[in-house]
């Protein structure tokens, strides 16, 4: 007979699974880790019930990167919602550790509440608890336990890890820090020690191989730790568990020497180690332990900047707004001019430095006016290329000390193109590559052109690198083009000596647009991602008119202002998942 933990004694569910189970209803069955529980669009047919083990809900739309949702613990059910709904699951579910498991089936789950209503009530509760962790897009629980290995001996990693600790303490939570002393500690410490803290860190330096296996199967997110200053050593070993390397859960810390301009080398370590995502820390960084320390808690921030030729100078604004309200930035990510600009904040320009760069580069003379003759496009693009390589010349995306992303589209598949990594002025070439008026980009035999004809607001590939809080900035609403924008110059000649012709001909304009009209689907899809959406009132600026600078980032800043000011919290507090302590405090408050 199976038993359960002392400290699920007390919730109506447990207590039902343990009747139930008892009079031959519910099924124990035991879950390797990496296997599947269920899979989309399977029957939810039964009410699962977690007795210990850990499992990883991910989400996979068309065309997209794989989503984690997030974890289910001991003591939590699984599949409530779909089975309540009588629909099919619409997540995979995965053992990310060897689990136990109570199966109850739908028709016996009914008739026992109809007994003991109080169990419809607790499941109510936490259906509604999920629900508002989740926002609109479906995350079930939040990470809570964390490895960090080391890739190499010499220096230790705990100073870093304690101070990511530190960090997450003063943002109100409980948390500690376990390392190799915890060897030989049996099972049930390890669920004791997740159990009574809101975070656990386990550390395993570079010398600890045994306890670097332990601490490779027991959480649900697995961190190496390696030295930017050095090159990767030949051979690094995973450590990390099958559900954790299958499902992209292991992810890369670099430390950078103090005073370090850029780094360098950091695509190396990438391929080394197949990390899902990279931070960099500096020796002396607080503000780079802070950003992990929201990572770890489900509060970073990412921005998402949209395309939209001259109105992206919004963006600009967009940002100055956030940095003055204090609004952190821990991902970028854009398409087409919004790529521009979100990989200068990934550089680490600042205000002065953003205007100054963009403005050399799109205001004092257009990026447009190289006309060729047109075979494949209506410019040459050498303009384009020369600014993009003298303002971010050939750095890498895996050295920028922001996480970034930009997409282009492929013409030869059909899909958007998601760049993260190389070098970072060839992957904004071809997010900003308009068909028709700069000429497409080659990458092997496919062909890339700009990110807005595909995705033009890529909010929604955001969630898939981070479970906190997304800004989105979409400078496509509002008037764009009529029939006045694409009427045949009335004098040729006075065309071309008021400079006119610098913006391009009227099929300019034309094509520019069409590249940027996003489907209802898509443009719903990323709206729907985004926490804070961000819209400003361009309806009086040309997509082509680069010399609205002024005005474009005026509007940036304003509906930037009025969105964050009327939110009534702070934007990292948006996914803020309640403390145990808070958790008491609010279930002590409702007895």
């Known amino acids: 007979m199976v038993t359960l933990p002392d ?4 919730t109506a569910l447990a207590r039902l699974f343990a009747q139930e189970h ?81 199966a109850l089936p739908r028709a016996a789950f009914f008739e026992a509440v109809e007994r003991d209503p109080d169990v419809m009530i607790e499941l109510s509760r936490l259906m509604i608890r999920r629900a508002r962790q989740a926002g609109a897009h479906a995350s079930i629980g939040d990470p809570s336990v964390y490895g960090f290995i080391g890739v190499e001996s010499g220096k ?46 386990y550390v395993a330096e570079a010398e600890e191989t045994a306890w670097k296996h332990v601490v490779g199967r027991q959480v649900d997110r697995l961190f190496r730790v390696g030295r930017g200053d050095r090159r990767p050593p ?12 299958a499902q992209k859960l292991v992810d890369l810390i670099l430390l950078q020497p103090a005073g370090v301009s850029h780094p360098k080398g950091s695509a190396e370590w990438l391929n080394a180690t197949q990390a899902a995502r990279l931070f960099h820390v500096r020796e002396n960084g607080l503000a780079d332990v802070e950003r992990l320390a929201r990572v770890l808690t489900g509060q970073s921030v990412g921005l998402v900047l949209s395309g939209g030729g001259a109105r992206a100078y919004a963006h600009i604004g967009a940002i100055q707004a956030l ?39 799109f205001v004092e003379s257009s990026p447009l006016d190289d006309i060729a003759f047109p075979l494949v496009a209506m410019t040459r693009g050498e303009k384009v290329r020369t600014r993009l390589h003298e303002h971010f010349d050939d750095i890498e995306i895996a050295d920028l000390w922001l996480p970034f992303f930009c997409v282009s589209s492929n013409l030869t598949s059909g899909a958007y193109h998601l760049h993260r990594q190389g070098v970072l002025r060839d992957a904004l070439r071809a997010s900003i590559s308009l068909p028709g008026v700069l000429p497409p980009v080659a990458d092997g035999t496919q062909v890339l052109v700009d990110g807005a004809v595909m995705k033009n607001f890529p909010a929604d590939v955001m969630r898939a690198f981070q479970l906190g809080p997304i800004i989105g900035v979409d400078v496509t609403r509002g008037r764009s083009i009529t029939a006045d924008d694409v009427d045949r110059p009335a004098s040729l000649w006075r065309w071309l000596v008021s400079g006119e012709w610098r913006k391009g001909p009227p099929i300019v304009a034309l094509l520019m647009r069409a590249a940027t009209v996003s489907t209802g689907r898509d443009l719903t899809a990323s709206r729907e991602a985004s926490d804070v959406l961000i819209t400003p009132k361009l309806d009086k600026i040309d997509i082509r008119d680069w010399k609205a600078f002024e005005p474009a980032v005026t509007a940036g800043y304003l509906a930037a202002g009025q969105a964050l000011d009327g939110l009534g919290r702070p934007v990292t507090a948006m996914r803020r998942r309640p403390s145990l302590a808070e958790q008491t405090r609010i279930s002590d408050g409702r007895r």
Do not use: C
């Open 22 to 102: 008892r009079d031959g209803d519910a099924a124990w069955f035991s879950l390797p880790g990496g296997s599947t529980l269920y899979a989309p669009g399977e029957a939810a047919d039964y009410l699962y019930f977690l007795r210990t083990g850990r499992l990883g809900a991910f989400r996979r739309e068309e065309g997209q990167e794989s989503q984690f949702l997030g974890v289910i613990r001991p003591g939590e059910p699984a599949g409530e919602m779909a089975m309540i709904a009588g629909a099919p699951h619409s997540a995979n579910l995965v053992a990310l550790r060897d689990s136990e498991i109570l």
């Open 234 to 245: 030949p051979v690094i070993p995973s450590y990390a568990s099958g559900p954790l390397a």
């Open 7 to 10: 400290f699920m004694a007390d």
């Open 323 to 361: 940095r003055e309200r204090g609004v952190p930035i821990d991902f970028v990510g854009g398409a087409s001019m919004g790529a521009v600009i979100a990989a200068g904040l990934a550089m680490g320009w600042d205000d002065g430095e953003m205007e100054t760069r963009i403005r050399k580069a």
């Open 156 to 201: 230790p990693i705990r100073p870093i890890v304690e101070r990511i600790a530190h960090a997450i303490g003063a943002l109100g939570y409980s948390v500690t820090v376990e390392g190799g002393a915890a060897l030989l500690a049996p099972t049930e410490w390890f669920s004791s020690v997740e159990r009574s803290h809101d975070f656990v860190l």
